[in-house]
């Protein structure tokens, strides 16, 4: 069965820092990758996938992410962060032959200090 | 812009009890979907429904679970007899399509509290 880890569960920033928020799954074969953001009191909203091509994608509000097969990997980018940047970030993988279930990593809460 | 919907907010019933969540989906979209998050915990797939039948389903939902699409816009969860354990923030979620090509629209969540 596929799984999804991040390994880093709180991850307190200042204003102005660059984020890099770890994702790796467990399945060999064709996968779809997401990172979806919850901010307080708020639904899980998309940031960004991949579904094929370019490895680095683009997501809203200056969110990247760069799939790395051969380390099954995607891990999540931004060069600056916000204030408004503090929420809670998961990571999901849905597996080509695993229907359209999606599997969710633990979700890490970023807080940023103004 | 269009969003899931889901209520209430939050229910608070006792063991044993039936509960039934409601989600209103996306109204074009064609997949409907239940996860679940017990507190401290990973989001858990528990069900998809297309051309209105279950799709897919994992483990959790067995046979205390149903679902149903009972007019052309609710999306409802029913859990038979409750239990604590079942004490969890019940997520809906609806897509354009299979998720192999279209991104999955959350709700807000309905946080369900069995004592």
């Known amino acids: 069965a596929q799984s999804v880890s991040q390994h880093n569960h709180h991850v307190i920033l200042s204003e102005a820092a660059s984020l890099e928020l770890g994702c790796n799954y467990s399945?060999?074969?064709?996968?779809?990758l997401f990172w979806y953001v919850q901010y307080p009191g708020q639904h899980l909203q998309l940031l960004l996938k991949?579904?094929?091509?370019?490895?680095l994608v683009k997501g809203i509000k200056g969110f990247e992410a760069e799939f790395i097969k051969s380390k099954f990997s995607f891990n999540l980018r931004k060069p600056s962060v916000q204030w408004s940047d503090t929420a809670e970030y998961f990571c999901?993988?849905?597996?080509?032959?695993?229907?359209?279930?999606?599997?969710f990593g633990g979700g890490t809460r970023l807080m940023v200090k103004p | 812009e269009p969003e899931v919907t889901q209520t209430p907010s939050h229910q608070v019933t006792q063991m044993g009890q039936e509960v039934i969540l409601r989600c209103v989906p996306i109204?074009?979209?064609?997949?409907f979907y239940w996860y679940r998050q017990i507190l401290g915990q990973k989001v858990e797939f528990l069900v998809s429904?297309?051309?209105?039948?279950?799709?897919?389903k994992s483990e959790i939902f067995d046979d205390q679970f149903s679902v149903e699409r009972p007019d052309g816009s609710n999306f409802t969860l029913k859990i038979r007899s409750t239990k604590l354990e079942d004490s969890a923030m019940y997520f809906c979620?609806?897509?354009?399509?299979?998720?192999?090509?279209?991104?999955?629209?959350f709700g807000p969540g309905t946080r369900l509290t069995v004592t």
């Open positions: 979620a609806s897509s354009a399509l299979g998720t192999t090509s279209y991104e999955q629209y």
């Open positions: 399945y060999g074969g064709t996968v779809n």
């Open positions: 991949y579904f094929s091509g370019d490895p």
């Open positions: 999901a993988v849905n597996a080509n032959n695993a229907g359209n279930m999606l599997t």
């Open positions: 109204s074009n979209h064609l997949y």
């Open positions: 429904f297309y051309n209105n039948e279950i799709s897919e």
